[in-house]
């Protein structure tokens, strides 16, 4: 999978072992007005490459700057994905962040206690 480039946004997958999840390092700012017809094929391009290769994900948000809620909306579209695939998926933020400690805390009403979905703040 390629690093994404898209406006202020940059999603880097940094490199890793085959056995260790598939980490996407979010970075800049996400202001676009429908990130979602550039977001969602590619987080979902990934996710289908995470299942043929047996791996979790782990998208890191703490270097991302901004996003805005249409941001927010593409990343619970991708939490749906990995749930319906079966992908274990973590999401790590910055939660000295309050915007950050806002946006995805709320995400936790997503998780049904399968285990797929970690939502941490460090």
Same mark, same amino acid.
């Given at each position: +999978? ?5 406006? *202020?946004?940059?999603?880097?997958? @940094? !490199?890793? &072992? ?13 202001? *676009?007005?429908?990130?979602? /017809?550039?977001?969602? !094929? ?7 490459? &995470?299942? &043929?290769?047996?791996?979790? @994900? ?8 901004? +996003? ?5 909306? &593409? ?12 992908? !274990?998926?973590?999401? @790590?933020?910055?939660?000295?962040? /309050? ?12 998780? /049904?206690? *399968? ?8």
């Amino acid at each position: +999978m390629e690093t994404l480039e898209f406006g *202020d946004l940059t999603i880097e997958v @940094v !490199p890793s &072992a085959a056995i260790e999840p598939i980490q996407l390092a979010w970075c800049g700012k996400s202001n *676009d007005r429908q990130p979602g /017809k550039v977001l969602d !094929p590619y987080l979902g391009a990934l996710l289908q490459e &995470a299942t &043929a290769a047996g791996r979790s @994900v782990e998208m890191r948000f703490e270097a991302l700057e901004h +996003m805005n809620s249409s941001t927010l909306t &593409a990343i619970i579209g991708a939490v749906q994905k990995a749930r319906h695939l079966r992908v !274990p998926l973590a999401i @790590v933020f910055d939660r000295s962040l /309050k915007w950050q400690k806002l946006g995805f805390d709320a995400l936790r009403v997503l998780a /049904k206690g *399968d285990g797929l979905l970690d939502i941490r703040g460090i």
